[in-house]
């Protein structure tokens, strides 16, 4: 059992029927979006910015329809942002003679637990 | 006479001559892999010019990440009177493992190919041959059923799980748990089909996901997604006869998620197939 030192997440690099598996860390969470746009530790594309922005006036706006959820709150669940420097274990190309195939990114590595 | 003969037996077209060798051909055999460790067994007979039969054996330990592994075989001058390449030793099913047989000239990334003699997906028993196969890819096969573990995010964060290089699935189900933390927001998990990094399918809960509970979510071909959450099981829809290519991810998108939530017990279905490069 290996935790990914980028994301967190805990899988085995081996399966029980003998495959191999390949983690990818998943792109950021409602949550960490939310978190580090509280921070201001994450920079968004100009897209994403206005799409907030947007989202973020029609909630002002007091003319606008009452929606259940905030729209920025939507907009959030709507982005998809990768984790910088994730990790993706998956095969980018063959290895030279007699070494493992290239991984697509290794990230930082991970821990045996 | 003409150049080529139907075999009606073995349903293919047969070459008149083309088992000829003129001492400068090599016999490549080329495997792609997911099965688990397994040997693949090359095996053949050769008429020389002195009219002797000589039978020959080569083995080939392929790599288990879906990449092409090769074993080149130089050739003497003669007839290559027929060929065929099995799993000799570990266990691997229809889909899991497929092999090409071609005869060309030059080895390593000098080869160039004459002739695509077989390509079939093998086992144990199903080998591929020449002459005897025809020329399959490795898409038409069964396909291999297998219930895979994802990985457990950390608290906070979702799954996602991706489609290995080589491999093509189609995702059959998929399981995974949400234990709420006390924080009071309800969450609306979705499942998410992406291409690796646009977005062509989200098929969502209909319930809410409230504070300090233990959701059993279950996505399935054929499932209707549900009105209530019985037990706190929740089910949800997944596109009929999906095909998700290699790179591609399957992630949870779980609206108003909170720091202290945790995915876990990910577990899915998939059939699978080797692409075959």
């Not at chain 1, 059992?1 to 997440?9: L, Q, R, T």
């Not at chain 2, 080869?111 to 144990?124: E, K, M, N, S």
């Not at chain 2, 591609?248 to 699978?272: F, K, N, P």
Request: with cysteine.
């Amino acid at each position: 059992m290996v935790k990914c030192n980028v994301c967190g997440g805990v899988y085995e690099q081996k399966l029980a029927d003998g495959t191999m598996y390949f983690h990818a860390c998943p792109p950021l969470s409602e949550a960490e979006i939310r978190t580090q746009l509280q921070q201001k530790t994450l920079q968004l594309t100009p897209a994403q910015q206005k799409l907030l922005d947007d989202a973020a006036k029609l909630d002002a706006d007091p003319n606008a329809p009452k929606v259940d959820r905030s729209r920025v709150d939507q907009a959030i669940s709507s982005l998809t942002i990768e984790r910088p420097n994730k990790r993706d274990e998956n095969v980018a190309g063959v290895g030279a003679p007699g070494q493992p195939a290239v991984q697509k990114s290794p990230g930082t590595g991970v821990t045996k637990i | 006479m003409p150049d080529s003969a139907y075999d009606a037996t073995r349903g293919r077209w047969t070459a008149r001559g083309q088992g000829l060798l003129d001492g400068t051909e090599t016999l490549r055999l080329t495997v792609w892999n997911g099965a688990p460790t397994l040997t693949v067994r090359l095996s053949g007979r050769v008429r020389g010019t002195d009219g002797r039969i000589v039978p020959f054996v080569e083995t080939l330990i392929p790599t288990t990440d879906r990449v092409a592994t090769i074993l080149d075989r130089g050739m003497p001058e003669g007839e290559l009177l027929g060929v065929s390449a099995r799993v000799s030793v570990g266990t691997s099913r229809d889909g899991w493992t497929y092999a090409t047989i071609e005869l060309g000239t030059g080895s390593g990334g000098q080869f160039q190919a004459y002739d695509v003699l077989a390509g079939d997906c093998i086992t144990a028993t199903r080998r591929v041959s020449w002459p005897g196969s025809g020329l399959r890819g490795p898409l038409d096969a069964a396909g291999v059923i297998r219930s895979i573990t994802g990985s457990t995010p950390a608290a906070g964060a979702e799954i996602a799980e991706s489609v290995p290089t080589g491999a093509r699935w189609e995702l059959l189900a998929f399981g995974a748990n949400l234990v709420t933390s006390a924080t009071v927001a309800n969450r609306g998990p979705a499942i998410v089909l992406d291409d690796g990094a646009n977005v062509f399918f989200r098929g969502p809960m209909n319930v809410n996901e409230v504070a300090s509970g233990t959701f059993l979510n279950y996505w399935s071909e054929g499932l209707l997604v549900s009105a209530g959450a019985p037990n706190n099981i929740v089910n949800g829809s997944l596109p009929a006869n999906n095909r998700l290519g290699a790179g591609h991810r399957i992630r949870t998108v779980t609206q108003s998620i909170q720091a202290g939530d945790q995915w876990g017990t990910v577990q899915y279905l998939v059939r699978e197939w080797v692409e075959g490069g």
